[in-house]
């Protein structure tokens, strides 16, 4: 019989579990194997997957990645699964098409910068970080077709985007199919207590129980959250949509874009980042809901603590930076200066200057941000990626918030 105080634990913990979610599949068993875990003394093994499908994770990614730290600080061990086999595939959830499928050295090169990203939100020295190539990669393909063989087409068809695409005569692929195959493997492979997921992952969160089962183990408990809108204030946060806030942003940019969101999402992202914190601002929350309250202050004060969170320290020196270069319209103080030799040419290509700079990812967002008059030199639009500048020295702004001198020489 479990005791009083393993069950008033088992409780606590359940309400931080519960805390954010919006669905928790398999509670009564959690309940179960939560008593079990605190009377053993043995911590609870859940699993949160992420495919490096872009270099950068964003505050959208970051909704569940708070509760697996939450997990790790009631004592339980977080799995941290970065997809490198799973990216090859493409996770077709939530998409209208095929999914391009990344190749390994895309994949690899993504998946570099992801520990230290989770790095800033979990205690990665006690995390285990896995890879699923690791048994993917070695799985034969009779076991594999024996995989595959816990599932059903029409079981397939169930889930709302290939039954949409199916409907409107849109192709699926095969391999979109084997998708939540390799990752309900996943949670066989590293025997997973629980999973977190976006509410987009419930089918493949829901299909790990059912291959769980099939091949032995208890099923895991599946915790969904909500997802995150994105900066156009409809479609949810992607780096395929251009509408995210990269927790490695500079702690400038995280304040700006937050500032520049509408009220209402605003309101939106306090519910859905809080993670368990903020609850000095819950009361003004409730204001503000109720169409009374300072909007302004509120999104002021929730900007500096969300650039706090992945940036500490930084938050004030964030917001002083906006009062200063957006709403007074100065130049800050501290702009890098980034010298080029011109060589021979005696002049240097604007791509070129943009590139040295570090304020653009690639030469392809270069020209498009030349071509959006997205590109201010010397406080003139430059709108020809083709420009060429001589010796001298120059201001070039990008946006709002990004500026670097140029001495050419």
């Known amino acids: 019989m479990t ?16 805390d954010g979610a919006v669905d928790c599949y398999g509670e009564e068993e959690l309940r179960t194997t939560l008593a079990e875990a605190i009377e053993a003394s043995l911590p609870l093994r859940v699993k949160l997957g992420m495919d490096p499908s872009a270099p950068d994770l964003h505050l959208g990614h970051t909704v569940v990645l708070q509760k697996l730290r939450r997990f790790q600080d009631l004592g339980h061990t977080p799995i941290f699964l970065i997809g490198d086999f799973t990216a090859r595939i493409g996770d077709p959830s939530g998409k209208k098409k095929t999914r391009p499928a990344l190749d390994p050295a895309e994949v690899a090169e993504n998946a570099q910068t992801y520990v230290e990203q989770a790095g800033r939100v979990l205690d990665i020295e006690r995390a285990e970080i896995r890879f699923n190539s690791e048994w993917m990669d070695r799985m034969s393909p009779s076991d594999f077709v024996r995989l595959c063989s816990h599932g059903t087409v029409a079981r397939l068809l169930e889930r709302d985007d290939f039954s949409k695409r199916y409907g409107a005569g849109e192709p699926i692929a095969v391999h979109e199919f084997l998708y939540p195959f390799v990752q309900a493997y996943d ?5 997973s207590n629980i999973e977190l997921g976006g509410t987009d992952q419930t089918f493949n969160l829901l299909m790990a129980r059912e291959v769980q089962r099939d091949y032995g183990q208890r099923p895991q408990a599946v915790i969904t959250h909500p ?3 994105g900066l156009d204030g409809s479609e949810k946060m992607s780096k395929s949509l251009g509408n995210t806030i990269g927790i490695t942003d500079a702690p400038e940019d995280v304040y ?3 500032m520049s969101i509408s009220d209402a999402l605003m309101l939106d992202y306090f519910d859905v980042l809080k993670a368990g914190e903020w609850g000095d601002l819950a009361p003004e929350r409730e204001r503000l809901g109720a169409g009374a309250g300072d909007p302004l202050a509120f999104k002021r004060e929730l900007a500096r603590r969300v650039v706090d969170r992945f940036n500490p320290g930084e938050g004030e ?13 100065q130049v800050p103080d501290d702009i890098p200066e980034t010298a080029i030799d011109v060589g021979e040419t005696g002049d240097c290509g604007l791509i070129d200057i943009l590139e040295a700079t570090g304020l653009v990812a690639s030469r392809s967002e270069a020209r498009r941000l030349v071509t959006q008059k997205a590109v201010q030199l010397d406080g003139e639009r430059v709108a020809d990626p083709l420009q060429r500048l001589g010796p001298g020295a120059y201001l070039l702004k990008i946006g709002k918030r990004r500026f670097a001198r140029i001495r050419l020489g």
């Open 187 to 191: 949670s066989v492979a590293l025997e």
């Open 256 to 258: 700006g874009k937050l």
């Open 227 to 229: 997802l995150l809108v």
């Open 3 to 18: 005791s009083k105080s393993t069950s008033a634990e088992v409780e606590r913990q359940l309400d931080v579990i519960r």
């Open 317 to 329: 020196r964030a917001a002083e930076h906006f009062r200063r270069v957006i709403t007074r319209k």
